[in-house]
């Protein structure tokens, strides 16, 4: 299970280093409506081969209790952390704007595209690593306040004025524990769900990340693309992890 939430939250970084260059490249050889299409079609062509995976067609939830509205959301602990994971999404939405704001100040229009890319490239490679080198034991709800709390501290560095090829250099290490803490958040929220709601805690998750990103984008540019932003977004994140790490639910299954 560890191995394959690993998995999952790498291959996304992989979305954000390959898609916006084909993208690009396939807008540039024809033409943007061209480049909408080929992506719905790419989209469309994954859900059916998915879905037709026996996995996929032979699958049964488990069952739920009746009448429970709240669903997922049930425990306060599950509330806690998808909250704080529209934090952790804020962070990444933020880092575009503030490479932006990084190439007027630097006048390197290079960077745009290349810090985010290099966010996403050390986030494959931290996913990669923590897959492979995973104890033998399941992770504890501590180790995600851990790694959400080794988040904030390196967004610290890139708070100084440094030129453009330091900055790129040093979004590696926030870049790099961004899968894992997505990794070790899922293990929990799935592990603090009520029985029978797994796939919905997954689908909340998935909805607070990209509020967070949506969030994150949107704030960033009238307060100047800094770096403070993201910062104090990892901060919060951290903060709001307490009460689910300090929850009693069962640790997540080993590998």
């Keep these: 299970m560890r191995t394959a939430y690993a998995l999952d939250s790498s291959t996304q970084e992989i979305v954000y280093v390959a898609g916006p260059t084909r993208a690009i490249a396939v807008t540039g050889w ?8 080929l ?20 699958w049964r939830p488990d069952g739920r209790r009746r009448g429970d509205r709240l669903g997922a959301l049930r425990p306060p602990a599950v509330r806690a952390l998808l909250c704080a994971l529209v ?7 933020a880092l575009d704007v503030a490479g932006i704001a990084t190439v007027e100040r630097h006048h390197a229009a290079w960077l745009a595209g290349v ?14 690593a923590f897959a492979r080198l995973q104890p033998a034991t399941a992770p504890k709800p501590r180790h995600l306040l851990l790694v959400a709390t080794g988040f904030t501290v390196a967004w610290l560095p890139l708070l100084l004025p440094l030129p453009a090829t330091a900055v790129c ?9 961004f899968v894992p803490l997505l990794t070790l958040a899922s293990l929990t929220l799935t592990a603090l769900a009520p029985a029978g709601t797994s796939t919905e805690a997954v689908g909340w998750m998935s909805s607070a990340m990209r509020l967070g990103l949506a969030g994150g984008t949107a704030l960033a540019g009238p307060l100047g693309g800094h770096f403070a932003l993201p910062l104090a977004a990892a ?7 307490w009460p689910s790490t300090s929850s009693s639910a069962p640790a997540p299954a080993a590998a």
């Design 30 to 37: 024809l033409s943007p409506a061209a480049a909408l299409l």
């Design 39 to 58: 992506a719905a079609g790419a989209a469309l062509t994954g859900s059916l081969a998915f879905a037709t995976t026996g996995p996929a067609r032979f």
């Design 115 to 128: 810090l985010p890319a290099v966010f996403s490239a050390a986030g494959l490679a931290g996913g990669t």
């Design 235 to 241: 901060a919060l994140c951290a903060l709001l992890l």
């Design 87 to 93: 934090f952790c999404g804020f962070t990444v939405g």
């Design 169 to 177: 250099v040093l979004a590696v290490v926030p870049g790099a524990l």
